[in-house]
């Protein structure tokens, strides 16, 4: 598990950054996400948010929820908003089963009928 993870960084608006996770996010690679996440947020920048994009991810465990509310921890410390933007189907069935999908830019479309999480 774990061997196809990556994330990569990018400003694609001024007022916010992203932050593309793709792969196994899980015991074996949340400390990767820690990493990248913490030094994305060393960066310095005028954006007021640092997001998470999901959407690349193929599945997500406990351990892996728990680095997503930590990055969202670790980036309200900092001053800075985040949210969970394209959450992909691995990632937004544990989401909702937690109750922590209200993280999500825009809740309405993942409670909406026609998403079915996997």
């Known amino acids: 598990m774990g061997n196809d993870f990556a994330t990569s960084v990018a400003t694609p ?3 916010t950054t992203s932050h593309a996770v793709s792969g196994e996010l ?3 690679t949340v400390h990767d996400l820690r990493l990248s996440f ?3 947020l ?3 920048t005028d954006s007021s ?3 998470l994009d999901l959407a690349g991810v193929t599945f997500m465990d406990a351990a892996g929820l728990g ?4 990055c969202r921890r670790r980036a309200l410390a900092a001053g800075r908003a985040c949210m969970v933007d394209n959450a992909s189907p691995a990632a937004l ?3 909702k089963l937690t109750g922590t999908h209200g993280l999500l830019r825009d809740v309405a479309a993942a409670s909406a009928p026609g998403v079915t999480p996997v």
């Not at 680095?67 to 930590?70: D, E, H, K, L, Y």
């Open 13 to 15: 608006h001024t007022s």
């Open 26 to 28: 899980d015991l074996a």
């Open 38 to 40: 913490s030094a994305a």
């Open 42 to 44: 060393a960066v310095p």
């Open 49 to 51: 948010a640092l997001d």
């Open 67 to 70: 680095a997503v509310m930590w």
């Open 93 to 95: 069935r544990l989401m």
